[in-house]
Each structure stands twice: as structure tokens, then as C-alpha cells.
């Protein structure tokens, strides 16, 4: 895509009031959420959690795959973002699904604290240090973030390519954080359950508001 198609694609966006509304409310929605979640976490480490008996986890030593899972959760979020940002509908459904996503991990975290498994390694994720205000964080399990949030890349994606990608980078992810015992095997689970559950909600938000704003554009 060249640059003035880029450009264009946006100058056509935020043409549209409704646009324009959607995309100060998104950011504002996404910034008080992430900020929110890294004030939640300082509380939930402090919290007393649950060891949960994982029936897998028994069978093996835990692996340190800190680098793998690292480049897999980060490029695709890179790539993402570049190819999201070609496209402002992509981008915002982008935004909004993991806006809601987090709210749904932080409401998960605080009804299920967990203790993190025996013998894990932690995850050395250096955004998630920064956003508990550079104090490690272990007891942000229920559920996997890193999974969950590959997985809602690949659900947004159109192009088959990026979605082969995000496919293959949230089985590497889901797959690494319980090699690694980083978390339980219920939270990888959770974590594609939550992630599809955001992305349905937020495309029939998306549908329902269309309609609405079509409907009324029609009567003016």
C-alpha cells in the first residue's frame, strides 16, 4: 500500500464525525484501561492466591523459553500494528477488543488469584515490568495475556498471511508459557476463550452502532 493511499484510507476516516467520536473515545477508553491494569497489578501481587494441582504439569521440569515467547508475542504485535494501522476500522476493532480484553483479565484475576506454579520460571516481559511500575510480576495468571492477546491478532487480521502468523504465534506462545510453567494450562485455555468472547462482542457492538448511525443518517 502506497503512502497516499495510507493517507487517504484516514482522511476519509476522520472525515465522518462519528469516526472522529469513535476514535477519541477508543484511545481514551484504551489508555484509563491500561493504566488501570497497571495499578490492578501492584494490588494483585500483594493478594494471596491458590496453587492450582495441574495434572500436566507434574510430568515435567520446567523449560526456560523467555526468548521465544518474547519474539513471538512482540513481532506480531509490531506487525499488527503496522498492518492495523493501514486500515482505521481494523485498528479500532484492534483497540476495543483488547481494551475489553484487558478488562475481562482484570475481572478474571481478581475472582480467581492464583499462586504461580512449582517450579516455574517467570516470564521476563519487560512491558509487563514497566506496567507494574518495576516490580516483577508473577500472579498475573488468570488468564494467559500473552496468549490471548495473539490470539485476538489473529481473529483481526484479514490477510491470510498475517493470520497464518498470529495463528502460528499463539499455539508457540500457549504452548511455551506451560513448558515453562509460567502458567496453569486452564489459563492458556481461558485465555482463547476470553479473547474470542471480546472479538464477538465488540464486532456486534461494532454491527449494532453501524446500523444505528446508517439508520439515522438515512432519516436526516
Not at 36 to 63: C, K, M, T
Not at 99 to 115: C, D, G, K, Q
Amino acid at each position: 500500500m502506497s503512502k497516499n493511499t495510507f493517507i487517504s484510507h484516514w482522511k476519509k476516516f476522520f472525515s465522518d464525525r462519528t469516526s472522529r467520536i469513535e476514535f477519541v473515545i477508543t484511545i481514551i477508553l484504551l489508555v484509563i484501561t491500561v493504566y488501570s491494569f497497571s495499578r490492578y497489578l501492584l494490588f494483585n501481587e500483594a493478594r494471596q492466591g491458590v496453587l492450582l494441582d495441574d495434572p500436566l504439569l507434574r510430568h515435567f521440569s520446567a523449560i526456560d523459553l523467555n526468548a521465544l515467547i518474547f519474539f513471538a508475542i512482540y513481532s506480531s504485535l509490531l506487525i499488527g500494528l503496522i498492518a492495523f494501522s493501514l486500515y482505521p476500522e481494523q485498528l479500532m476493532t484492534a483497540f476495543q477488543t483488547y481494551t475489553l480484553l484487558v478488562i475481562f483479565r482484570m475481572s478474571a484475576m481478581y475472582l480467581v488469584p492464583l499462586e504461580p506454579p512449582a517450579g516455574c520460571i517467570d516470564l521476563q516481559d519487560p512491558v509487563v515490568f514497566i506496567l507494574g511500575t518495576g516490580q516483577k510480576i508473577i500472579k498475573d495468571l488468570f488468564y494467559s495475556g500473552h496468549t490471548s492477546t495473539a490470539f485476538m491478532l489473529f481473529q483481526v487480521a484479514r490477510s491470510r498471511i498475517l493470520k497464518s502468523y498470529f495463528l502460528a504465534a499463539t499455539v508457540t506462545v500457549g504452548i511455551c508459557v506451560v513448558l515453562q510453567k509460567a502458567h496453569y494450562t486452564i489459563d492458556v485455555y481461558a485465555g482463547l476463550i476470553y479473547s474470542f468472547a471480546s472479538y464477538q462482542i465488540i464486532k456486534m457492538i461494532r454491527r449494532k452502532f453501524s446500523k444505528y448511525f446508517k439508520h439515522h443518517e438515512q432519516k436526516a
